[in-house]
């Protein structure tokens, strides 16, 4: 969804309120919480964008700070409980780790689970289940795979994987999302911003991020590897 839509979507219930002033109460609360929803969705979109072009011009550097991966995790999947209610999903925290201490960036962190979660939630159906793993992995040669090829054995990595039973993602699809603004389903409302965003904010903050996904398969699952 462009710019321009999402103002007439703010533009249509401001009509609505003004030729219904004085005369339904019902019309003007519904109007004015589409206007709500729909201007807080433009103001995400306008700070994922210039947040995206301080990216570009170096004006975003991490602020690594020493803090409790799990809770922090944790605190953020329980913002979206209300959401996956609303559409029957089951939705579930998942770690074998009470906590894993850790220097990471908050603000970038906080974006990266919060659009994977956002768009998990979108493109799952009603009734679908969604499951967030946060885990600590050891790198030897048990796990090693091309990933692990970068680092030394012996280095730990932050792995948080969001697994949903969507609609998946076909091959085109895959090759797409990381590069461009890439709208995966236009029968959905996004601007296509999000997952680039996200893969923008993971390699900033030293890491990698990768989908395995079937089309029409009911089966997604995208992983962030930070390595600590």
Not at 19 to 46: C, G, M, W, Y
Not at 163 to 192: A, I, M, R
Not at 196 to 212: S, W, Y
Request: charged fraction near 25%; proline fraction near 1%; hydrophobic fraction near 40%.
């Amino acid at each position: 969804m462009n710019l321009e839509h999402r103002l007439t979507l703010i533009l249509n219930p401001v009509d609505k309120i003004l030729s219904s002033f004085n005369t339904d109460p019902d019309v003007i609360k519904e109007s004015a919480i589409s206007i709500q929803r729909s201007a807080r969705r433009l103001l995400h979109l306008v700070n994922q964008l210039l947040d995206y072009r301080k990216m570009d011009v170096g004006m975003a550097p991490l602020q690594l700070e020493n803090g409790d991966a799990v809770k922090f995790c944790g605190d953020i999947f329980a913002l979206f409980k209300g959401l996956a209610a609303k559409k029957s999903i089951e939705y579930q925290f998942i770690t074998e780790s009470k906590h894993i201490t850790s220097l990471f960036d908050f603000d970038k962190l906080e974006k990266i689970i919060t659009n994977l979660i956002s768009n998990a939630i979108k493109f799952t159906d009603y009734g679908g289940e969604i499951s967030v793993f946060i885990n600590e992995v050891k790198v030897d040669k048990a796990n090693t795979n091309l990933l692990l090829f970068k680092k030394n054995e012996g280095e730990n990595y932050l792995e948080i994987i969001v697994k949903d039973t969507g609609v998946g993602l076909n091959k085109e699809q895959l090759k797409k999302y990381l590069f461009t603004f890439y709208n995966v389903d236009v029968t959905k409302t996004g601007t296509g911003i999000g997952l680039n965003f996200t893969k923008a904010l993971v390699e900033l903050h030293g890491g990698e991020i990768f989908v395995e996904s079937e089309y029409l398969k009911e089966v997604s699952s995208w992983c962030v590897c930070l390595w600590i």
